[in-house]
């Protein structure tokens, strides 16, 4: 999804796409999974995919806040390429 008034630079590779994340209100620390996208030798977006690499995210999240915050595991689900 690009801003209206986004200006698209030709060195830039904008990432297109809408997600979705069931996040509650009264959370705090949401895991999203990471957003990886591949493009081909034009740099169109040909694939997009959301990694679980959630161990590697809590054992960072635990070290940096130990336990007064847990984090919830939500990957984001793509909705429309666009």
Known sequence: MVAPDAV???????LHGVFGVNVQPEERAVYIGTIRYHRDAFFSTV??????QF????EAF???????L?????????LHPE
């Open 70 to 78: 847990s984090l919830r595991k939500e990957l984001a689900v793509l």
């Open 47 to 52: 694939k997009v995919e959301v990694m679980d």
């Open 55 to 58: 161990a590697q995210a809590q």
């Open 8 to 14: 698209i630079r030709p060195a830039n590779a904008p």
């Open 62 to 68: 635990q070290h940096k806040f130990g336990g007064r």
